[in-house]
Nanobody
Framework: VQLQAYGGGLVQAGGFLRLSCAAS????????MGWFRQAPGKEREFVAV????????YYANSVSGRFTISRDNAKKTVYLQMNRLKPEDTAVYSC????????????????WGQGTQVTVSS
């Protein structure tokens, strides 16, 4: 599975962005998918995960209620809708795939995509 994230950019605080992660490969629909982010000088952190079917999702406390993860298995794409953005959301966002849902949340991912920069100005 190859992953490519896109959709980042510069937005003012309170604004919104939608990130997309396009996947290649025939097994996309069997993988849990997730988003991580890494701010300058900080470790990579988990943001959100969605199960292979889309039936289960889980979010980091810092984004719960503001971000929504979704997927379209027919399009082999996972999305991250980010609303009410804050300056502290500024980071490089990367998507990842892992067969095991719980393992993905711990950062144990089989596949990683290149990141996309999100910058939130105050």
């Amino acid at each position: 599975v190859q992953l490519q994230a896109y959709g980042g950019g510069l937005v003012q605080a309170g604004g919104f962005l939608r990130l997309s992660c396009a996947a290649s490969g025939r097994t996309f629909s069997t993988y849990a998918m997730g988003w991580f982010r890494q701010a300058p000088g900080k470790e990579r952190e988990f943001v959100a995960v969605i199960s292979y079917s889309g039936g289960s999702t889980y979010y980091a406390n810092s984004v719960s209620g503001r971000f929504t993860i979704s997927r379209d298995n027919a399009k082999k794409t996972v999305y991250l809708q980010m609303n009410r953005l804050k300056p502290e959301d500024t980071a490089v966002y990367s998507c990842a795939a892992n067969f095991d849902y719980s393992g993905l949340m711990k950062g144990q991912c089989e596949y990683w995509g290149q990141g996309t920069q999100v910058t939130v100005s105050s």
